[in-house]
Every structure is written in structure tokens, then in C-alpha cells.
């Protein structure tokens, strides 16, 4: 009796501390616990650290270890929404695969992952941020995704092709606030003036071949956060990589946006990006 | 309802093994009477100095109220403290006290922490402040251990007790468990001739420069000597020792000091047991 009792305590904690929004630190190993198994590790899993989280840290996250039959795993919660914000299994290396097309069964396997750790539209790579191998899965804001690398806007999963096992993850940080939902500047006329900028450029660094106008450089569509604006900017850009003529290499992508509410060129702040 | 969530529950605690630090440092709060159940708030390990590791556990009540539990190995001493009340285990009351509701209350809570090894309570102390202090120390063969806390002379085998006084709740447990077999030798020195032993190894050190003087003792007992058992360091098995606690002054070839000191007389031979340069 005095343990139903107990466990009904429990209960009445776990639905306070729920109801604050906070997610403690037994809970937090709960959580993690029922994550290592929905994404493949089988057999017992103990727990090895638990730290609550870091004081002046830019996240709120749980900081978790287990052993498992696989190696060990580390596994971050968010403490204010509960979400997985990061998870890695350390798994013996594995041949490098980069530029590999996924399997369908690999991609079966990382659909599902992603569909319980909380993206249910499984993998969009339609953009050439992050490793392709592992899938860079974007936010996705009125249907457009960021272009921003540092932080990057997506989340990314590896996943062994042959067990399913799913060991390494990085959850996306929160999106910014956008600054609209559909564009004003049509993407023919924001090509056009991302092509003649690029000849421009071309012509500055004497590659005036380096730009070719007549192949299908693609306009994309999505949001910009600029370091220094509370929201992210609706842009489009170009991410063909330009060619030059009697070289191996071109000049990869064009680096520069046009506003898609006033065609606007912007230069993008954030030397990674590429 | 009710039975459909705990299966719930069951199942996901199912998910994941605690370490028995978990459960051990749980239960120990429960012994001890603190109101639970206790939530895990924290837990990792870090490596000590003598080349041994310390797992701390930090558990929070319903209450709000925070504890921490220190779990070291391989001594397999164990620390348990609420919030930051917890005291530090060098600040304890020296005035004895013998209500004999702390007596009781000490043998409850041995009895509920599962201390079945048979035991002695060797100091009861409090102080005007509210603040209560008991050591228990682990007996063999009707002796106390007598390593002493904090000093030179191992672990201590037994309880420390530290507690709000007079409404005894528990602020801080400190013991050390599983200590060594000891040697059947009975003790070979009585009381005198290991205070006479003590007072051959203090007059080596101290000139007597006082009792010139004054003719007064130049060395006294603070407390009365205790007759245990004590492990030297590499030996397998502890023997048994007269521990002393004591003043001292005199001049000696580096100048006049002074001071309180513990030493062992070991039992059987008379000689001072060397301190353990390792703890």
C-alpha cells in the first residue's frame, strides 16, 4: 500500500515539475532511457553521469552518460522543453561514406528516427548545408528553410546502414522570428541580379568566364538571420557552384542574397557559409 | 486508471539501470527519516587523490529540499548531507550530552540505515547552537576500531552523526563500513604501562622545560585512553592499540612548542604505530 502510495507521490511530482515546464533530472534519464531504445540500442543501459544544467551555459540542457552493449552514450535534453537537443553512441569508426548515396534501407531507418525524434517530414536535402550522408534535416518556416551555417537550422542524423542503429544526432536550435511568409521579388528578376553581380565579381577578379548565365543556376528561396536583426530576412540565393574556363575548380557559390521583399543585394555575415 | 499509469511508470523506470549509489543514497535518506520519495538530480564520478574514485549523488525531496551524497572507493566511505546545512565535519560540538533521547534516537537510525554490525557509541557531544554530534564506532570482539577522523590513522570504522538537536533531524552521515579481521592477541599492555609507553615516545620529543619550573606534568590526557583495534598500513589484519589523545609543551632542540595530539601505543608491543602517510 505504502508503495502505490509512493508511486502516486511520484506521480503528482512528475505532473508538477511537467506543468512548470521543467523537466528534472530523473526524468531526464527516463527520457534518454526510452530515446536509446527507440533509436536501436538493445540490451541494458546504465547510467553513468547525470549533470544538471551548466550555470552561465548558452543552453539548458540535462547532460547524460550510459553504458550500453554498444559504448558509451552521451545524451543532452533540453531541461525547459524536454526535447533531444543532441545525442552520439560511440560506435567502433566506420569507413568513411561520405558522398554515398544512403541505402533505402538506410533511409528507411533514418525516416523513422526522425519521425520520433520529432521530425515527422523525415529528410530535406535539398540544400547543400551539412553532410549529405547524414541527412540535414531544416526547419522549416511558412515552407522555407534557413541558410544560416553558424547556427545551422537543421538537425543532422547518422545512422548505421546495416543495424539501423542510430548513434549520432544534433538537434536544431530554435528558429528566429521571420520577417515575412511569401516573397514580392519574383526569383527571375532575383536571378537575374545575383547573375549580373556574379559577372561583375567575375570581371573584378579577372575570371570574366567564371559566372555562365546560360546554365540553369537555380534560385532558392529561404530566410537569412543577420547577427545583428531580431528576425531573419526573407532572401533568395543561388547555390549552383560557377564554373571558370582552363580550371578544375570554380568559384563556388554566389556568395551574396537578394532581398525577396525589395531585391536588395545583401552580403551574407558568416565566412562559413558556402 | 491509477493502475494503468504505474504500468507506465514501471515501464519506463525499466528503461534504464541505476547505479546502486542511487538506490543505496535513496534508501539511507528514507532510514534516516527525511520525508521522500527523493528524485536523482545529479550523479558523476571524479577520481581522488590516493589514486580511488568519489560518486557523487545529489537527490532532491518533494519539498524542495537538496541532498548530496559522496560514495568513495575503495575505502567504501560513504557522506550524506542535507542542502547546504550539512555542516563540515571539522565544525562539531565538544560539550557531551547525555539526554538519552539521542541515544535512542542514534540506535533507531543505525537500525533503519541496516548497521547490524555490532557497534559502540563512543562520544555524544551538542552545542548551545543547535547542533548535535555522535560517533559510533564499529566494535570487534567487544573493542572499538580507533581510527581516528580526520587524523593519521585510516578510515573511521563507524558512524558520525551530525543533527539538529533537540528535534533530531539528520544533517549530515558520515561512515565507513567492511572494516579489516582482526588479530585474537589480547592486549599485553593495561592502561598504565601504555600511558607510561606514551609518555617514553613525548619525553623523547619534549624537554620538560615545565616541570622544571613548576613542577607541574608537562603532558595530559584530554580524554581517557581507549583500548581498539587498528590496522597498520600492509598488514592484513587489525591489532590492538591504546589511542591517545593529548597535551604537550616543552622546549626541544628547535625551540619551545606545544600542542594537542593523538597517538596509538600499539597493545602488544608498547611501541608508537607510525602514522599513515597516505590518508
Not at chain 1, 547532460?63 to 560511440?90: H, N, P, Y
Not at chain 2, 547552537?129 to 560517533?135: C, D, E, M, S, V
Not at chain 2, 572499538?144 to 590513522?153: D, T
Not at chain 2, 539528520?170 to 579481521?181: A, F, G, K, M, V
Request: aromatic share 10%; charged share 20%; glycine share 10%.
Amino acid at each position: 500500500m505504502l508503495h502505490i502510495e509512493t508511486m502516486i507521490l511520484a506521480l503528482v511530482i512528475a505532473a508538477t515539475l511537467a506543468g512548470h515546464g521543467r523537466m528534472d533530472g530523473e526524468a531526464a534519464v527516463e527520457k534518454s532511457g526510452k530515446l536509446l531504445h527507440e533509436m536501436g540500442v538493445t540490451g541494458p543501459i546504465t547510467l553513468t553521469k547525470l549533470l544538471v544544467p551548466p550555470t552561465g551555459a548558452p543552453d539548458k540542457n540535462w547532460r547524460l552518460s550510459f553504458d550500453t552493449r554498444f559504448g558509451e552514450a552521451d545524451v543532452q535534453l533540453d531541461s525547459e522543453t524536454g526535447k533531444v537537443a543532441r545525442f552520439r553512441i560511440l560506435i567502433p569508426a566506420q569507413e568513411a561514406r561520405y558522398n554515398k548515396p544512403p541505402t533505402s534501407r538506410e533511409t528507411a531507418f533514418r525516416a523513422r528516427a526522425l519521425r520520433l525524434l520529432g521530425y515527422p517530414d523525415g529528410p530535406n536535402t535539398g540544400s547543400n548545408i551539412g553532410f549529405p550522408e547524414r541527412g540535414p534535416v531544416h526547419v522549416l518556416v511558412h515552407g522555407h528553410p534557413f541558410f544560416n551555417l553558424n547556427p545551422t537550422y537543421a538537425a543532422s542524423l547518422a545512422v548505421d546502414p546495416e543495424s539501423g542503429l542510430a548513434f549520432e544526432f544534433y538537434g536544431s536550435p530554435p528558429a528566429p522570428p521571420v520577417n515575412a511568409s511569401t516573397q514580392l521579388i519574383a526569383a527571375a528578376a532575383a536571378l537575374e541580379r545575383l547573375r549580373r553581380w556574379g559577372h561583375a565579381d567575375a570581371l573584378k577578379k579577372g575570371l570574366p568566364k567564371a559566372v555562365d548565365p546560360s546554365e540553369g543556376v537555380v534560385a532558392e528561396l529561404g530566410y537569412w538571420k543577420f547577427k545583428d536583426e531580431p528576425t531573419a530576412r526573407l532572401v533568395w540565393r543561388a547555390s549552383k557552384y560557377s564554373t571558370v574556363e582552363g580550371h578544375r575548380y570554380g568559384l563556388g557559390s554566389l556568395r551574396m542574397f537578394v532581398d525577396a521583399l525589395n531585391g536588395q543585394m545583401l552580403k551574407p555575415d558568416d565566412a562559413a557559409w558556402g | 486508471m491509477i493502475l494503468a499509469l504505474l504500468a507506465t511508470i514501471s515501464m519506463s523506470s525499466a528503461q534504464v539501470q541505476f547505479p546502486p549509489v542511487v538506490d543505496r543514497a535513496k534508501a539511507l535518506l528514507s532510514g534516516l527519516g527525511e520525508p521522500g520519495p527523493f528524485r536523482l538530480q545529479s550523479m558523476f564520478t571524479t577520481p581522488r587523490y590516493n589514486g580511488g574514485k568519489a560518486t557523487t549523488v545529489k537527490l532532491l525531496s518533494p519539498s524542495g529540499i537538496d541532498y548530496t551524497a559522496w560514495f568513495h572507493l575503495p575505502e567504501t566511505d560513504v557522506s550524506i548531507c542535507r542542502g547546504s546545512e550539512a555542516g563540515s565535519a571539522g565544525m562539531r560540538p565538544t560539550r557531551p550530552d547525555s539526554d538519552p533521547k539521542i541515544a535512542r534516537k542514534i540506535e533507531l537510525w543505525l537500525h533503519s540505515i541496516h548497521a547490524d554490525t555490532p557497534h559502540r557509541t563512543m562520544t555524544i557531544t551538542s552545542d548551545r547552537q543547535g547542533t548535535g554530534f555522535a560517533y559510533v564506532a564499529l566494535t570487534s570482539r567487544g573493542y572499538p576500531y580507533i581510527s581516528a577522523p580526520g587524523a593519521w590513522y585510516g578510515p573511521t570504522y563507524g558512524y558520525e552523526f551530525t543533527f539538529d538537536y533537540p528535534s533530531m533531524r539528520i544533517r549530515r552521515l558520515d561512515y565507513t563500513e567492511h572494516p579489516p579481521p582482526t588479530d585474537p592477541s589480547p592486549a599485553r599492555l593495561d592502561q598504565s604501562q601504555a600511558t607510561s609507553a606514551l609518555a617514553r615516545v613525548i619525553g623523547a620529543e619534549y624537554v620538560p622545560q615545565g616541570a622544571q619550573r613548576s613542577n607541574s606534568r608537562w603532558f595530559s590526557l584530554l580524554e581517557p585512553p581507549v583500548l581498539g583495534y587498528y590496522q597498520s598500513p600492509g598488514r592484513a589484519m587489525a591489532t590492538v592499540a591504546w589511542k591517545f589523545s593529548y597535551m604537550a609543551y616543552g622546549s626541544s632542540p628547535g625551540g619551545v612548542r606545544g600542542g594537542s595530539g593523538q597517538m596509538l601505543i600499539d597493545a602488544l608491543t608498547g611501541e608508537q604505530v607510525p602514522s599513515n602517510p597516505h590518508r
